[in-house]
Structures are given as C-alpha cells and as structure tokens.
C-alpha cells in the first residue's frame, strides 16, 4: 500500500528506468525485487565512482609467455575492484557498469597509467625486465576520441619509456564504431612506436575488409576457443583458421585462457606464437609479478619439437627453438 505521492513517484521513476534498460518499446511493472536490483546498482555505480576517483583500485599482471623461448614477452595489466563491503570484485563485475555510465574512460585512464608507471619502476631495477612490455585494455570509445593520442602519449614520456613500451588491446566492435577514424588513430599509435592487438578475437563482428588495413600487431584468439579446444574438433579448425589468418596478413597470435597442457601442446603445434591462462600463471598483484620477474627464469622449458611432432598446419615463424610443453609440470599456474 502506498504511503505517499513520494512513494508513487518513486515507484514510477523505478519502472522507468528497468524500461529504459530493457530497451525499445517496453513496459515496466514496479515490483520490490527489481527495484532492490536497481538501488543495488546505482550504489555499486555511486561506489565505483569513488573507487576511482580515490584510486582505490588495483592493477594486477599477467605474464604472456612466448610458445618458443617460454620467456615472459609481456604482461597484461587487469585491472581488480577490492570493495569494502562485496570483497575482490572481477572485471566482468563492474566493467559493464562503467561503461553503462561513461565512467570507462577514467577508469581506462587509471588502470594504463599505473601501468605504465608500474613497468617504467621494473625496467628502471631489474635487469631482466629491460625487453618487458605492457599490454592495456581501453575502451572503443578511445579510439574514436582524437585526443587519446596525445594523452597516451603524453602519459608514457612522463613515465621515461617510449610508445614500444605499451600495447593496446581493442576489441573487434572498436573497427564498427567509426572505422575511418579508428584508422586514423591508430595510424598515430603506430607512428609513437605503440603496438595494437584486437583482444577476444572470433567473437565479435569484425570487419574483415578493415583488417589488411589497420596497423595492428597481434590477434589475440578469445579464452572460448582455447577452452573448447581439442585436436580434432570443429573448435581447432576455428583455432587454425585464426592462425593463418593472422600469419597471411603478418600478425602473430596470442591465445587466452589456457588453462591444460594439452591446450598448450595445441597450440603451439598450430604454431601460436604466446600464450597467456592459469596453467601458466595467475593474475599477480605488483609484488607478485617482481618476484616473477626477478626470478630471471623462463615459465616454460626451452627445448625443440621433434620431427614427428612437426606443425604440420602452419610454418614456424623463425627455425630457432621452441618450446617442448611436454616438460612443463602440471602444478605450474593453478588452472
């Protein structure tokens, strides 16, 4: 029963915007557990603001290990939320949050600039970080703004490293934006010495006309794929279709989400060239991933691949060594 016009008004702007979410023409009944969601999420929202603003977030790494030497190429910053009544909240638990309400371009912001700072300190005292990169996740919405070239690149001179230092991820949805834009800016990346990947590749719409275009790097083949894959399924044909995609146009590729030994034998004989997944190693908080480095030890055993375990789907992308993944123990990472 409603106590008030207050009540009734609040009730209504309740259904209106559990409407407005739906999407297109919908209608809106007010009902308590809906609106308990909504009061939930605009608090997660007035919280997530402050978590940023306060920098109260947190960076954590990822090593990503070349498949040839088992050295440690690069380390994917992802960003952590420790809230202080939900505890550790994911990516995927506030990402969609910040985007919702335009708060991703400051978040994006933090979470390169720690980055950065945080390699500049490892390449500055310890010397086995000298060759280290970082790879930064951003938004779509930078690469249709013309002034995240100058940020970025006001952002990695300050740290004291050059553009060869940072890569940037973008998924494939940041090619439908506005691709005459997009390439533009990415044309300015490239010329500061910054390396691009198309991160969760295979699972968008990507324009594929765009491809052979865009001054890109690397294709990052999503965790999906990687999960599914065994070796004679319709998931490894997916696999070796992304590989050669990437090798005709003179990319390399990175694979997500490895998480078996098996799932890294695939890979590396369909001739992926790094991998990233628990089976490796953990998301690390700062300390973690100065120990790592300073451990000065490849995650992987340097070896070679006999000649009846030749990659008989793709050529090798140098005749130098690779990596015998028979080697590696399976207590390595926790995945």
Same mark, same amino acid.
């Given at each position: 029963m409603l106590r008030s016009g207050d009540e009734l008004l609040s009730r209504a702007s309740a259904a209106f915007a559990q409407a407005r979410t739906a999407g297109g023409d919908s209608i809106q009944w007010f009902d308590k557990q809906s609106h308990a969601r909504s009061v939930a999420t605009l608090q997660l929202e007035a919280d997530l603001r402050t978590a940023i603003d306060d920098r109260l977030l947190t960076v954590h790494y990822q090593p990503i290990v070349s498949l040839r030497t088992g050295g440690k190429e690069s380390f994917d910053a992802l960003v952590r939320w420790q809230h202080p009544k939900r505890g550790l909240l994911l990516p995927d638990e506030f990402i969609p949050l910040a985007e919702e309400s335009d708060m991703i371009r400051a978040l994006d912001r933090f979470v390169l600039e720690t980055a950065v700072l945080q390699l500049a300190e490892w390449r500055r005292t310890i010397?086995?970080?000298?060759?280290?990169? /970082? +790879?930064?996740?951003?938004?779509? %919405?930078? *690469?249709?703004?013309?002034?995240?070239?100058?940020?970025?690149?006001?952002? /990695? !001179?300050?740290?004291?490293?050059?553009? =060869?230092?940072?890569? @940037? !991820?973008?998924? #494939?949805?940041?090619?439908? #934006?506005?691709? !005459?834009?997009?390439?533009?800016?990415?044309? !300015?990346?490239? +010329?500061?010495?910054?390396? /691009?990947?198309? &991160?969760?590749?295979?699972?968008?719409?990507?324009? @594929?006309?765009?491809?052979? %275009?865009?001054?890109? =790097?690397?294709?990052?083949? &999503? %965790?999906? *794929?990687?999960?599914?894959?065994?070796?004679?399924?319709?998931?490894?044909?997916?696999? %070796?279709?992304i590989i050669g995609l990437a090798r005709n146009l003179g990319f390399s590729v990175i694979a997500e989400g490895v998480e078996h030994q098996t799932q890294l034998r695939d890979l590396q004989r369909m001739g992926c060239d790094a991998a990233q997944g628990f089976h490796l190693d953990r998301p690390l908080d700062p300390s973690g991933a100065t120990a790592l480095i300073a451990e000065r030890k490849a995650i992987l055993t340097a070896g070679y691949v006999s000649s009846d375990e030749a990659r008989p789907d793709s050529k090798p992308a140098s005749s130098g060594a690779t990596v015998d993944v028979s080697t590696v123990p399976s207590s390595v990472g926790m995945g």
């Open positions: 010397p086995a970080a000298a060759s280290l990169t /970082v +790879a930064v996740n951003c938004s779509t %919405r930078h *690469f249709v703004d013309p002034g995240v070239v100058a940020w970025i690149s006001a952002t /990695v !001179e300050a740290a004291g490293l050059d553009g =060869s230092h940072l890569i @940037l !991820e973008m998924t #494939e949805s940041a090619l439908l #934006e506005d691709s !005459e834009v997009t390439i533009g800016i990415l044309d !300015e990346l490239t +010329a500061l010495g910054v390396s /691009v990947v198309i &991160d969760d590749f295979g699972t968008g719409f990507s324009a @594929l006309s765009y491809l052979h %275009r865009l001054p890109l =790097s690397t294709l990052k083949i &999503d %965790r999906s *794929f990687v999960s599914a894959l065994t070796p004679h399924n319709g998931t490894a044909d997916i696999v %070796r279709s």
